[in-house]
């Protein structure tokens, strides 16, 4: 099985410490097939970063992107600006649309927006402590995700993130079996959105939130997650390939 690990640098870093620690992962990566790399690192450093991976098998995302193609957007990053150089991209992260407020409706926009640029939008959903406890799970999930996909074609074109809000950057993961369940619910709506089989779609589903070493088998091993978003855990070398290395003995 093909594995797609995604790490989120968040607003860590400055261009020499970014690209000090791209080449201390890209030097301890062995060219493996059955394990996606990509690095999300800050705009800053994505074209220093692109050149020391120029012929690496790791790719670079951007954590975030404007819904417009240009113009007079004061702090925005557009898609063109990005494909040269990248070829995923994160959107809607619920720090995004928390602390900013981004909405479903902006989100949507910006898949769309990513898409014609052939960037490949990472959509990152999840519930919160309040909607799990009310037993809203499902409704939450649909919601977030029958508003991004709108007049998207091909649910190919996507990856898609359970990320649940009380797991991000606490410590505390979800359970392997809770995970697993929720990106049962987004394989299943997916299916049910595009219309197609089980073996029709190739979404690749990860989880993020708390992902260490300690838990990534655990969760890799369920049968609905395709891969991980890591936030903190990418941000230091050793612990990151330590996570990878732990993949490879699946």
């Not at 702090?75 to 992260?93: F, Q, R, T, W």
């Not at 402590?129 to 409704?139: A, K, P, T, V, Y």
């Not at 979404?203 to 609905?224: A, H, R, W």
Request: charged share 20%; hydrophobic share 35%.
């Amino acid at each position: 099985m093909s594995y797609l690990i995604v790490a989120n640098w968040k607003m860590n870093k400055t261009n020499l410490e970014s690209l000090e620690l791209v080449t201390e992962i890209n030097n301890g990566i062995q060219q493996k097939s059955d394990i996606n790399i990509v690095i999300c690192p800050p705009y800053t450093s994505i074209v220093s970063a692109a050149g020391i991976l120029k012929n690496s098998s790791i790719n670079l995302g951007s954590q975030n992107i404007s819904h417009e193609s240009s113009g007079a957007y004061t702090g925005e990053i557009s898609a063109d600006m990005l494909s040269p150089y990248c070829k995923y991209v994160i959107v809607g992260h619920s720090e995004r649309r928390t602390m900013y407020g981004e909405t479903n409706n902006i989100i949507n926009l910006k898949i769309l927006r990513a898409i014609e640029s052939d960037l490949i939008p990472i959509l990152c959903i999840g519930e919160n402590i309040e909607q799990r406890n009310q037993g809203d799970l499902d409704s939450t999930l649909n919601e977030m995700l029958e508003s991004a996909l709108q007049n998207v074609k091909n649910c190919n074109q996507l990856v898609v993130a359970y990320e649940p809000l009380w797991a991000i950057g606490t410590g505390t993961a979800a359970s392997p079996e809770l995970a697993n369940q929720a990106c049962n619910k987004i394989n299943n709506f997916l299916m049910k959105y595009f219309n197609k089989t089980k073996k029709e779609i190739s979404t690749p589903i990860l989880y993020g939130g708390s992902v260490s070493k300690e838990n990534i088998k655990d969760f890799l091993m369920q049968d609905c997650i395709d891969g991980a978003l890591i936030g903190s855990a990418s941000l230091n070398s050793e612990q990151f390939l330590s996570i990878i290395q732990t993949i490879d003995t699946l």
